[in-house]
């Protein structure tokens, strides 16, 4: 009888960067915990893997990142103070960071790049397959990425990654994968995989975003991989190994995502994302699309 593969529930969370696009805030503020509306951006990306299924969640920091874990934690005084009040509302939102998963923190110590954090989870996550999400990138909650991720890996087996088509002339700021394509439109299989090539030398405009699902075989890899591209070790590196060597840790595949992402490490894109996730709530998008209208009609 054949043994069905391990139901895949830890995900990874590196949040060791230093944030220098958003100063001056980010000086004594994680980049993770600016708000997008009302929430830390590094919740919403909790949420997401709670939502595929993913209840084991470690963040991989650094300096200065002690707000992650007390977001996460429980504020004793805090809902104290709500509850002599009444304010059942505010009490909800305040438990629900600290009720969504079980949460553990890991030091990467030197900025080393992504391959390195990720290689900094590898005690914890030991021989189960495992996901990786990026915190810069928030995927919209309607939109089942991860999910998808997770069903194609169990099915597959190997590693997942993340693609989404973008402009030519912007896949130097992504890695970008060479594809064939697979019997269902939305997979494909990834033969190479280059890191922030020049447009001319890019094998598509199919982009990595960030999220991953990946076999533990990854970790060997990284132990073993140079560091690349500014010096770093490069996530992109050791998958491009994976993929031209299947015996390492099985085929790599890609979904390739065509739903709403935001990009909050961008400044641009991080208002754009609070204009319009703030659009789309109940309770605040009626009369901030009022508003904004007459802002954008007398602007013009």
Known sequence: ?????????????????????????????????????????????????????????????????????????????????????????????????????????????????????????????????????????????????????????????????????????????YGCAAVETTAESDVVRVTGLVEKPEPAEAPSNLAVIGRYVLDPAVFDVLRTTRPGRGGEIQLTDALQQMAADESIGGPVHGVVFKGRRYDTGDRGDYLRAIVRLACEREDLGPDFKAWLRRYVTEEM
């Not at 089942?144 to 912007?170: K, N, Y």
């Open 1 to 173: 009888m054949t043994q069905s593969p391990p139901r895949i529930t830890k995900a990874v969370i590196p949040a060791a960067g230093l944030g220098t696009r958003f100063l001056p805030a980010t000086k004594a503020t994680p980049k993770e915990m600016l708000p997008v509306v009302d929430k830390p951006a590094i919740q919403y990306v909790v949420e997401e893997a709670v939502a595929a299924g993913l209840s084991d969640v470690l963040m991989v920091t650094g300096r200065n990142k002690r707000p992650l874990e007390d977001h996460f934690d429980r504020n004793y005084e805090l809902e104290s103070a709500l509850t002599r009040k009444g304010d059942a509302d505010r009490l909800a939102k305040v438990q629900q960071s600290s009720d969504l998963a079980t949460m553990h923190y890991v030091r990467q110590g030197d900025p080393r790049g992504l391959g390195h954090a990720v290689l900094c989870a590898a005690p914890h996550v030991g021989s189960q397959p495992f996901a990786v999400l990026l915190g810069d990138d928030l995927i919209d909650a309607r939109d089942q990425l991860l999910s998808r991720m997770v069903e194609i890996q169990e099915h597959e087996g190997g590693s997942v990654i993340a693609l989404m088509e973008v402009d030519p002339g912007q896949v130097h700021l």
